[in-house]
């Protein structure tokens, strides 16, 4: 008995150490606090939460930090918040600076963007959308390592690369940074710095691409800290300022940087495999895609799966089949810019494409390359081909955001089980997680979206309702009335089990208390200004509506509410305080307040 308790709590502690969340919490938008005196939903700062389900939009009105494509965040492993960057000062989850983080990687490139008068100076933040990452330094579960790259003397140079400690303990919890300004790179490079797991599981590749394309640069970083391990003349020539933008898969086996040049009407796509255990690439693959002169928003990134990968300029989606043999002929124009404006002004809020993030409910996210969009892209099912991937134009409407979207490492890889290199016995436990949605035109019809990680082989749903048990990865099912469904889903490989259940509810159903307690609505911004995001989660609604009532009671807009992100357009609701009532076929399930300045 003993040693079976000590093995359970053995896979236990393994299985903790890696339930990883570090990129739940994305802090985004452009600022807040410092315009204590003219704090306007426009300039709001926010952040997307990835703790709940539906993803959540929050407001951030006391941050200060101001965004300019760099951005580095991470959260502890239960997805708090503990801290983000611009690559010029580092603010914790209070939004004060974290101790000793004022300011960092200084010298000209720093005080190019320190903006502003004398007496009210503002860091913009860097230019990179790739030049920083956080990761936790191996082996040191109290610190964390963050490495940055950028310019030392001019606008157009990338050519160091530099790192910094922070102890995550220090100043009574809320971090210390304790190393800065450590050179670990000195030379020309382009504006991407990407990590991924090695296959032990514990430590870290971090790779950064030489200024021509050519050179490729791979770092490890372990338990003794970072050195240089590959130097490789593998990439296509092609030289000039940079403004594309590379991943790793999520399984770590390929890589893709997206150079494309300011000035020079192409952009060479790069395609490697990924060796984890020696930290070599191979395979070069070349394409060349066409650029625009206008925008600066060329993005890549594969599909959570690995099967596709997405490559975009500013008007045109790309979608490469990489299960094919010749990846390059299967290129397929995906979608087109559909002319959408955020605002009237011809330039800054057009929503062209621009660059990407893995969100970890199993969506990609977008932000546009035009400097001041006022929407998201969503890629709502990456892992299939053609229209059946469903990408959204302009799908979410934020506040200002200067082409910022955070940059992060798959912080959920384990090791490469098998290989030479896994030698620290950190197996890969399956961790169960998934999302649903309903179909809008049959709100009992709901389709499951696989989310687990650590390698599952099996997959096995209980819906809750009777129904046989379903093994494929992302079923769709369909219950026969509307209640609430208790469904668990498993999964398994060689090493372990796994299971995650949740209660969803569907429908009304009488006065029931479940019903009335389930449901969850969050509004933002509040106060709005012209579009109101309403978020509903744990609850799906038959027939569900939200009418707006004025303050002497009389109703002045009501719009079809689905569950998930829903755009409400108050643009010509007058200022004013309004009341807000969600309904179901007749029954009221949610009510609140907000205000339209």
Known sequence: MRIVIFLLFTMFLVQESYCQKEDYIWVMGDHGGYRSSQIDSFWTSFRLNFNEDPMRFEWMPARPMKFNRTCG??????????CYSNGMSIDGADNHVISGADTINYGAFWELWRLGSDNNKI??????????????????????????????????????????????????????????????????????????????????????????????????????????????????????????????????????????????????????????????????????????????????????????????NDYELYQYDMDTEDIIQSRIVLDTYDGFQSHPHPQLYITTFGYWAYGPDGRLYNVSGAGSAQHMHVMHYPDEGGIASHFQQHAIKIPNNHWTIP???????????????????????????????????????????????FRPESWTWNFGDGSPQEHARNPYHNFSLDGVYHVCLTVSNENSSNTTCRDITIGPFGSSVTTLNTAVVSTFPNPVEDYLLVTLGEYVPAHGEISLYNISGHSVLTQRLYYGQNNIDMQSLPSGIYLWHFTDKGVQIREGKLVKR
């Not at 913009?124 to 040191?140: D, I, R, S």
């Open 73 to 82: 965040v991470i959260s502890h492993k239960d997805g708090e918040l503990f």
């Open 123 to 312: 860091n913009f933040g860097f230019t990179l959308p790739q030049g920083m990452l956080f990761l936790p330094w191996p082996g040191k579960p109290d610190s964390i390592f963050f490495a940055t790259i950028f310019s030392d003397d001019s606008f157009v140079n990338v050519n160091l690369g530099k790192y910094g400690i922070i102890s995550k303990s220090g100043n009574s919890g809320s971090g210390e940074l304790i190393q800065k300004d450590v050179l670990f790179h000195e030379g020309g490079l382009k504006n991407s710095i990407q990590a991924v797991r090695h296959a032990n599981g514990r430590d870290w590749w971090i790779i950064l691409i030489g200024e021509e394309n050519v050179k490729y640069y791979i770092y490890k970083l372990d338990t003794e800290g970072i050195a240089l391990v590959n130097i490789q003349d593998i990439g296509q020539y092609h030289k000039g300022i940079d403004i594309g933008n590379a991943y790793f898969s999520l399984d770590g086996s390929k890589f893709v940087c997206n150079d494309a040049l300011i000035w020079n009407n192409s952009t060479v796509v790069s395609i490697f495999d990924f060796d984890r255990c020696s930290g070599t690439l191979s395979n070069g693959i070349f394409d060349t895609i066409p650029t625009y002169e206008a925008h600066l928003g060329i993005g890549t990134i594969f599909s959570p799966n690995g099967k596709y990968l997405y490559v975009n």
């Open 407 to 453: 940059n992060f490492p798959n912080y959920r890889l384990g090791p490469l089980d098998g290989s030479t290199c896994d030698t620290l016995g950190l197996d890969n436990h399956p961790v169960a997680k998934f999302r649903y949605e309903p179909d809008n035109l049959d709100n009992t019809r709901l389709r499951f979206t696989d989310l687990s990680y």
